[in-house]
């Protein structure tokens, strides 16, 4: 956003903000203690608007919930848009002073009239028009997203139509108000910070600029590539055209996880050499030609991760790993020993403090500083206190040397799997509170209150349907077919069906899940599939129900 | 615009058993025995929670006060002058530890035991058969279990589950005088009620009543041995908030997990996976 990959604001903010729109995110259940944040801010008289099309338990916290119809994220946005802009309730002198492209932009969103609004998103205009009010003329408020925003096929547009509202209103780059992507995996801010991405080097620095280029090549004495590579997505394609023929994955189970699995999976089978690291035999290690064992991160192994409010925090080795599992940076540096470049061992700390040398970002923080509590990026010399929110220089009467923030015309484009008389019926999916992913690690321990992949129906589907609340049913979308178990919940709208992915052992989910995907982001539409549930005999599901 | 911009903080001056002490307005008389290097005994009280003002286990004298009055809540004025160390006080806090160490089952209670030797509190002195609860301890799952004999009703894991951290409310006090229980709504079983199981009720808990399963079963077996333990700081592998984890380990493995109270992110708070989530580390450790 703006220039930085992170969320700009601390979770402590929330505490004290006055309105929040909670939009594509079941926070209570996929990131409970930022959620305990996030009730201190409700309890000191916050209000809420949920943005979901699920009545998810984060969603009955809220004070409305706005159900609106999958993938109508953008048509949302527009209409608060049009709606802050026509009541006048803009923050023209922030629109002024900070921005470029307002006309442009509210042109675009003129077509979005409450009533058009209503119509597209099925959020009646009335709850439309408090939101929208209430975002405006707050003193600070917040946008707070997951993966209900970004698993679109046109996820990054939906993230920048959130960001023009934050520019409409200047709800950004002040303590109290900002923007808040929260992050899904402890590390997956610091993988990014550390240029795990295509286009990056550490410390959000491209690959193509050529000042970057050079430091990064002479401290590495290697001429590097000066071309973006590719992200996972471009990758699976480029390895399903015979282009890339071998891989190296680590930590990451992609014949799990991806969408559209059986895709994932006879592209890696195809592979001519497949290395996996990773502290399980999952199924992706399964298909691989040889197994690294690593050591568990954050338990076996000292290091830094990145959470959501770039805090960097150190992990530490509690205890000792099993066997032969080494900590990843020991079996990378002996794979790259073995290709004639001997790089030592160095410690943890002393890859660190590499990376301090290069990223602008992480200078002042030393392991000595990181020791208690850790700290915020930018942190950029030794007596520098962290940064807790972002984008301050929005309000400098210069804006601190940066461009002005651009407002983004998006387009309002529905879910790329568009339902029919075949696939009538919308699936979507996301986390339960005691689960993770694909449930290799959550898998570990007995949780009472697990339940396992089940879909959940609307009553009055499921009458429709004549399925009961247990039965198993088949589900189908154009991709395949998996048989799971009904649970027939009140809170998901008509048309819609909800379940979670922790249990492909159980329920190859993402069999079912679409393969479009967003070409700015590379992610896959997770979020939208168009399915088709049939009784798998007349009988059998009238002898198992007992409801 | 930030906070680098917050008012200046004004102070309140009180004199703690003879010594001046200046803490910032709204402090507790207990934190102005900690500025005065005083140590308060208590129970209900915990850095994460609201006061419950259930024990009176902190009580100190101050002057002009007709009652004694409890440290953890009271909220320093200026001039106030405290006695904790007075024979009135000590009176008062021997008695509520004969009082609990009676009734409830203390053993497992160790701040309690150093403090009744310290105020030569003497259970026994009210016979040697009091009431006792005397009920099964409850094990339902794999995750924590329920001893009501060494329950002290301290409200510490109703506040926790909550409005002071979870926001869950599947406990509350049920039942009146003795019969006072903690209980899930009409005492069903705890996957059946609201209960999310993250644990944050036994990490509060002051008298292991509530008792991680992992702590418990090593007990059992008298292999339980804190002193051999070592706690490491790190990071939780769930969700990117960045929860700090303190990894108990005993015999290189981990037996018990809780978050440090000064934490900006926790605040000594989880969620089941924070809490409990770590048997993957070591998938046969329990054989």
Known sequence: MFGAGGGTVSYEEIEEVDVILLWGSNAREAHPIFFHHLMTGLDNGATMFAVDPRRSSSSKFADVWLGLNLGSDVAMSNTVAREIINQGLTNREFIAHSTTGFEAYAKSVEPFTLEVGEQITGVPASAIAEMARAYATADKAQILWTLGITEHHNGVDNVLALCNLSLLTGHIGRWGSGLVPLRGQNNVQGGGDMGALPNKFPGFQDITDPEAHAKFSELYGVDLPDKNGLHLTLMFEAMERGEITSAYI?????????????????????????????????????????????????????????????????????????????????????????MGYDWGKPTSEELWDELRSLSPLHIGMSYERLEDGGLQWPCPDLDHPGTPFLHGWLWEDDLGGHPLAPFSVVEAAGPKEELSAEFPIRLTTGRALDSYNTGVQSGGFDSPIRYGDALDVNPADADRLGIADGELVKVSSPRGSVEMAIRIQPEIPVGLTFTTFHFPELVDINVLTSDAWDKKSGTAEFKAAAIRIDKISANAGEGESNG | MSEQSTATISTVTVSINGSSVTVPEGASLKDACGVAGVEIPTLCWAANLTPANACRLCVVEVENSRTLVPSCSRQVEEGMVVQTDSERVHHSRRMVLEFLGSSVDLSQADDLARWSKAYGADPDRYGNSPARIEEEIKIQDNLYIRDYDKCVLCFKCVDACGDDAQHTFAIAVSGRGFGARISTEFDVSLPDSACVYCGNCVAVCPTNALQFKSEFDLREAAAWKPEEQTVTRTVCSYCGVGCNLEMHVQDNTIVKVTSPNDHSVTNGHLCIKGRFGWQYVQPVATE
């Open chain 1, 250 to 338: 680590i930590g990451e189970n992609p014949a799990d996880s991806e969408a559209d699995i059986e895709f994932a999976r006879a592209t890696l089978r195809g592979l001519d050499t497949l290395v996996v690291q990773d502290i399980f035999m999952t199924r992706t290690a399964e298909l691989a030609d040889v197994v690294l064992p690593a050591s568990v991160g954050w338990a076996e192994s000292d290091g830094t991760v990145t959470s959501s409010e770039r805090r960097v925090q150190r992990v530490r080795a509690a205890v000792t790993p099993p066997g032969e599992a080494w900590h990843d940076q020991d079996i990378i540096g002996e794979l790259a020993r073995r």
